[in-house]
């Protein structure tokens, strides 16, 4: 993807605007009919399986999917311009979690009754909290995600390895042994999403995190210009100076680098859970179905700190149908639909219950490490101008990583820029 889309992410993000307590206040929500669904590319290609089971049931009150790009910073931009213009073409909104307060503060979201979701308790906890604005819930958390670390578990065993690195160094000396291995000719040692985008936002503040520092601290002010995370900068940057990432891993989005792993051209992979369903697939699409297993992120000094993920369902301000779009969202967030949606994506579910599920264990061995990842994984910036906040790190990491910029004056630069977009 080139720079263009983060640029037009950014210059809407520049509309971005504190509007007090946010959206409407949390009184009822009414009107009944047809609505539509705004969200993502589905990779799965298992959501028009979930609205199908929502559409039988609701035959006068359907709902029609409006597919939107694959690209995160796309989406995000869609969805603010139709919210500029007051547009009823959105009905529910499949938000990346880090969008709600600025969806919020600027009213483009309506207040959801906390009474009328009375399954918010049995979630996980965390995931929650992404769906609320200062402590008013606005969206509702349906799937999460934690950073996972994929590897060729037959290369390891081949080299001698037992079990998946727990730090950075860790993992170079495997790679170190698995790249001499024959098998392993022409493979790189690791990739994340590098590309400028939102996945690069997630991997820099994750290397970051797992190097002790911070992006933004518990005092919700910028504190990125220290020698913990120059450690996480300079780990991504060496990848590329070192050529333990592949030279393409700079144009990564997570299904480049996904694709680039079931294809065998990698011994490990940051990436979220729904890979683990399509890179075991035995339909001949991908190579490595039955040869790799799932670990924790590694970190500098032991188990790294995912970036917590996932994705929110919240009700334009301007669609019609709210009543509608709310129980649409409580069915799409209930647990039977959550675990109909894990059996055939092995997406995360942000129901608690789930992850002791005996035979979803089976079938997905990552789950218990996964809950962890969650529940120990840093939120990225919960503030207003969220499109300028992205888009000033973005560039900071990726200049780095492209040597244009040294990593210590991209921190000081980048310091010096979130100190005046955060605002407490």
């Known amino acids: 993807m080139t720079g263009s889309l983060v640029l037009l992410a950014s210059a809407c993000g520049g509309d971005d605007g504190d509007s007090g307590d946010?959206?409407?206040?949390?009184?009822?929500?009414?009107?009944?009919?047809?609505?539509?669904?705004?969200?993502?590319?589905?990779?799965?290609?298992?959501?028009?399986?979930?609205?199908?089971?929502?559409?039988?049931?609701?035959?006068?009150?359907?709902?029609?999917?409006?597919?939107?790009?694959?690209?995160?910073?796309?989406?995000?931009?869609?969805?603010?311009?139709?919210?500029?213009?007051?547009?009823?073409?959105?009905?529910?909104?499949?938000?990346?979690?880090?969008?709600?307060?600025?969806f919020a503060a600027n009213r483009w979201i309506a207040e959801l009754p906390e009474d009328q979701f009375p399954d918010l308790g049995k979630l996980l906890p965390s995931t929650v909290d992404t769906g609320k604005y200062r402590d008013k819930l606005y969206a509702v958390p349906v799937t999460s995600d934690g950073g996972l670390l994929y590897y060729r578990n037959d290369?390891?065993?081949?080299?001698?390895?037992?079990?998946?690195?727990?730090?950075?160094?860790?993992?170079?000396?495997?790679?170190?042994?698995?790249?001499?291995?024959?098998?392993a000719k022409g493979a790189s040692c690791y990739a994340g999403q590098f590309e400028?985008?939102?996945?690069?936002?997630?991997?820099?503040?994750?290397?970051?995190?797992?190097?002790?520092?911070v992006v933004?601290?518990?005092?919700?002010?910028?504190?990125?210009?220290?020698?913990?995370?120059?450690?996480?900068?300079?780990?991504?940057v060496n990848g590329f100076k070192d050529k333990e990432?592949?030279?393409?891993?700079?144009?990564?989005?997570?299904?480049?680098?996904?694709?680039?792993?079931?294809?065998?051209?990698l011994v490990f992979l940051r990436n979220w859970p729904y890979v683990y369903a399509l890179a075991g697939k035995t339909d001949g699409s991908s190579k490595v179905a039955g040869k790799f297993q799932v670990?924790?992120?590694?970190?500098?000094?032991?188990?790294?700190?995912?970036?917590?993920?996932?994705?929110?369902?919240?009700?334009?301000?301007?669609?019609?149908?709210?009543?509608?779009?709310?129980?649409?969202?409580?069915?799409?967030?209930?647990?039977?639909?959550?675990?109909?949606?894990?059996?055939?994506?092995?997406?995360a579910p942000t129901w608690a219950s789930l992850y002791d599920d005996p035979a979803l264990n089976k079938q997905f061995p990552y789950l218990a490490p996964l809950k962890a990842s969650i529940e120990?994984?840093?939120?990225?910036?919960k503030v207003i101008k969220y499109g300028d906040v992205t888009t000033a790190i973005q560039e900071a990491a990726y200049g780095a990583m492209t040597n244009k910029t040294p990593p210590k004056d991209a921190l000081t630069d980048l310091q010096t820029k979130l100190s005046s977009l955060i605002t407490q």
């Open 216 to 236: 933004v601290g518990e005092d919700g002010k910028p504190n990125v210009d220290t020698p913990e995370a120059l450690a996480g900068l300079e780990q991504l």
């Open 376 to 381: 120990s994984a840093k939120s990225r910036p």
């Open 196 to 213: 400028k985008y939102e996945g690069l936002t997630v991997n820099f503040s994750e290397a970051v995190n797992s190097a002790g520092g």
């Open 295 to 347: 670990a924790p992120l590694p970190g500098k000094a032991g188990p790294g700190v995912s970036t917590l993920g996932g994705h929110n369902y919240g009700i334009s301000e301007f669609t019609k149908n709210k009543a509608t779009a709310a129980d649409f969202i409580k069915f799409m967030s209930s647990e039977e639909r959550q675990k109909a949606n894990v059996e055939k994506t092995s997406q």
């Open 22 to 102: 946010g959206g409407s206040a949390g009184g009822a929500l009414e009107g009944r009919g047809p609505i539509t669904f705004a969200t993502g590319k589905d990779t799965s290609g298992n959501l028009v399986n979930q609205v199908a089971a929502w559409n039988s049931q609701h035959p006068d009150e359907k709902v029609e999917i409006k597919e939107l790009p694959e690209s995160a910073d796309t989406q995000r931009q869609q969805m603010v311009q139709n919210a500029q213009a007051k547009s009823d073409a959105f009905s529910v909104l499949n938000l990346d979690v880090v969008w709600t307060a600025e």
């Open 155 to 183: 290369w390891l065993q081949k080299a001698g390895i037992t079990t998946a690195p727990k730090t950075w160094d860790e993992m170079q000396a495997a790679c170190t042994k698995v790249l001499a291995l024959p098998d």
């Open 245 to 265: 990432f592949p030279a393409a891993a700079i144009t990564y989005k997570e299904e480049e680098s996904r694709r680039a792993f079931q294809e065998g051209k």
